[in-house]
C-alpha cells in the first residue's frame, strides 16, 4: 500500500521554525522526485522545493529560497522540510509528493501557521 505520512506541521510564531517529515512506504521512495507543494486559503497550490532522487539538485520557489530546505534520507524513506525565518504568508496547508514517470503519490497534509 502506497503511503506518504507527513508531520510536523503546526503553530509558530514569526520568525520561528518547522521542520516537516514525511514518510514514504510502499514504492521505491529512492527513485522517485520529492516535492514540497502547499496551498494558502483562496490560493493554487504552490511548489515550494523539489529535490533529486540523490540530492545532487534541489530547487525552490522565490518566496522561500534561503529560508526553506529540503532534504530526503533514502535509507529512511523520508523527506523534510526545514522552514526557517517563518512568515505570515508561509500559511498554508504542506503537502509532500513523490514523482517518477507517471506515478504521483501525495501525502494527506499537514498545517502550518505563522502567526503571533
Known amino acids: 500500500q502506497v503511503q506518504l505520512v507527513e508531520s510536523g506541521g503546526g503553530y509558530v510564531p514569526p520568525g520561528g521554525s518547522l521542520r516537516l517529515s514525511c514518510a514514504a512506504s510502499g514504492f521505491p521512495f529512492s527513485v522517485y522526485f520529492a516535492n514540497w507543494y502547499r496551498q494558502a486559503p483562496g490560493k493554487e497550490r504552490e511548489l515550494v522545493a523539489n529535490?533529486?532522487?540523490?540530492?545532487?539538485?534541489?530547487s525552490y520557489a522565490p518566496s522561500v529560497k534561503g529560508r526553506f530546505t529540503i532534504s530526503r534520507d533514502n535509507a529512511k524513506n523520508t523527506m523534510y522540510l526545514q522552514m526557517n525565518n517563518l512568515k505570515p504568508e508561509d500559511t498554508a496547508v504542506y503537502s509532500c509528493?513523490?514523482?517518477?514517470?507517471?506515478?504521483?503519490?501525495w501525502g494527506q497534509g499537514t498545517q502550518v501557521t505563522v502567526s503571533s
Open positions: 509528493n513523490a514523482r517518477f514517470g507517471t506515478n504521483d503519490f
Open positions: 529535490i533529486t532522487t540523490f540530492s545532487t539538485i534541489t
